[in-house]
């Protein structure tokens, strides 16, 4: 696959279909020669708006057959797409113009007399660009977009074309994507990892539809697709949909009868959920990659061992440290660097030897196989001065009676371990105190500074819960711990 070459490629594939799905249900489609027409002549519209090449596009709307074509016109235009998540606040839009130094917003919802500001259906004036429009060297940046990570505080990263060609043709190579196939996206576009979808099905050839969260499951029964892509949450919440239907249906017939292989990523999953999948005849196969680096590691439908995040792309590319951080040290990663960081921010991620730190720890076992410990940023420093990884906590009580989430959290003052816990059954009053007794058995198979000091229940499934969630659906622990901190440190509570 590559990029200069995409709009050539899809052109001629006059059967495959886009389809979009908005809040409601309803259905469009079109098929990509069509597409391309469409992206043919809004980049007419770019050229005539005073857009050259180099000049930035922003774009801030939902996930649409709109937001592709702009998409596809800026890469024929040889513009270079700013793409800002659906939530970021335009307050002032000619000021939001001149601070990112845009060409133009394609934005929604904005009531403006800006010039420089079109809707995702509308047509941009003649020689609207204003004269606070920067330009960024084509050659090295394809895309800005902005990324939260775990922490849910932006960053912005300038994508490389060289990677993105990278990650799609190995994608491509390695779980044997063919025009045959049919994928379905339900995160923001906004998510550079869906537009690495959308580029591999337009080169294919092979039908993608798009679906609010909201309709994800309604679009998955309609569409058939035979891959998914998409967060634990996404699969933990499809589980208990199945459960709760009483169709009789199998898994995979819930989920249209076609699928082949799905994929999680972002964060990690429980393992009773990948069991689940997998004991119903479905490949569900973990992967592991950041916005900088792109893909470092995944399973395949031939090679997986559950319970880890598969074998590495290029074992040759990365290395562990003393502390068992990941480094990767690829030719053409995702993303070459950050143009915006919180003050707060990474600052060591992209090093001066050309590696990329990823934050996460990791190790290899005897057959190549990687297994995340946990992040670096989710390290807990306990009051003796000794450091734990609270997922490598969590995976101590997986499987124990009546636990259906524990998310390990620091206590506030006394510098121990405490654990916020979902109960298999809520309405269940006498179950918090079993699950106690539970939690001081394997707290005895534990280190002392590894146990659980303090448990306190939620009534609510904190990984699927929206406050508690970034904006890619995946847990924001410093938010657990805040909302839970009054609670931890008493450890009585049950709320």
């Known amino acids: 696959m590559y990029l200069a070459e995409l709009g050539d490629r899809y052109r001629d594939h006059t059967e495959a279909q886009l389809i979009e799905y908005d809040m409601s249900g309803g259905r469009r489609s ?37 937001w592709i074509s702009w998409d596809l016109a800026a890469l024929m235009r040889g513009a270079v797409l700013k793409a800002f998540p659906d939530d970021t606040e335009v307050a002032d839009p000619a000021g939001f113009v001149a601070r990112h130094e845009l060409a133009l917003l394609i ?62 043709n190995r994608f491509i190579e390695a779980f044997r994507l063919t025009s045959a196939d049919r994928h379905l996206i339900f995160l923001p576009l906004s998510n ?35 891959f998914l892509i998409g967060p634990p949450v996404f699969y933990d919440t499809l589980l208990q949909l199945h459960r709760k239907s009483g169709s009789g249906a199998g898994l995979g017939e819930f989920l249209g009868g076609a699928i082949r292989f799905l ?22 196969l973990e ?41 990767i ?10 143009f915006e960081v919180p003050q707060d921010g990474p600052d060591d991620t992209f090093r001066p030897d050309g590696t990329i730190a990823t934050g996460d720890f990791g190790e290899l076992d005897a057959d ?28 101590a009580f997986a499987g124990v009676d009546g636990i259906a989430e524990i998310i390990v959290v620091p206590t506030p003052e006394s510098g121990r371990l405490g654990a916020v816990v979902t109960t298999t059954d809520p309405a269940d009053s006498a179950l ?52 839970f901190a009054e609670a931890v440190a008493g450890g009585t509570d049950h709320r």
């Not at 606070?132 to 990263?157: C, E, I, N, P, Q």
């Not at 591999?200 to 058939?224: I, K, M, S, T």
């Not at 999680?264 to 990948?274: D, V």
């Not at 040290?329 to 950050?338: D, E, F, I, T």
Request: with cysteine; proline share 6%; hydrophobic share 35%.
């Open 287 to 327: 992967a592991y990659g950041l916005t900088e680096t792109g893909m470092v590691a995944w399973s395949t439908e031939e090679d997986h061992r559950l319970g880890t995040v598969g074998k590495l792309l290029d074992p040759g590319h990365v290395r562990f440290l003393d502390d068992g951080e990941v480094i």
């Open 107 to 168: 934005a929604d919802g904005l009531a403006t007399d800006c010039p420089a500001v079109v809707t995702p259906h509308g047509v941009p004036g003649r020689d609207v660009v204003p004269a606070t429009a920067g330009r960024v060297d084509r050659d090295h940046v394809h895309s800005l977009v902005y990324s939260s990570g775990t922490s849910g505080k932006l960053k912005g990263l300038n994508i490389s074309a060289q990677g993105t060609e990278y990650v799609i």
């Open 368 to 395: 190549g196989f990687l297994t995340l410990l946990g992040r670096k940023k989710d390290v807990i420093a306990l009051g003796n001065g000794r450091k734990v990884h609270p997922a490598q906590i969590e995976r």
């Open 263 to 284: 994929i999680t990523g972002m964060a990690p999953i429980r393992r009773e959920t990948l069991d689940a999948f997998w004991e119903q005849g479905v490949k569900l």
């Open 30 to 66: 079109v098929t990509y020669s069509r597409l391309h027409e469409l992206a043919t002549d809004r980049a007419e519209q770019l050229a005539a708006a005073g857009v050259e090449p180099g000049h930035l596009v922003g774009i801030r709307a939902p996930s649409s057959i709109d």
């Open 432 to 483: 918090p105190a079993e699950v106690r007794k539970r939690v001081e058995e394997v707290n005895r198979r534990l280190d002392s500074h590894q146990r659980i000091v303090s448990v306190v229940f939620s009534e609510r499934q904190l990984r699927s819960d929206p406050e508690f969630m970034t904006g890619n659906l995946k847990l924001s622990r410093p938010k657990v711990a805040r909302h």
């Open 329 to 338: 040290h690829r030719p053409a990663p995702l993303s070459s660097g950050y």
């Open 192 to 226: 550079y990892q869906q537009r690495l979808s959308l580029y591999c099905c337009l080169w294919l050839g092979a039908d993608l539809a798009l679906a609010p969260y909201q309709r994800v499951f309604h679009a998955v029964r309609n569409e058939r697709p035979t």
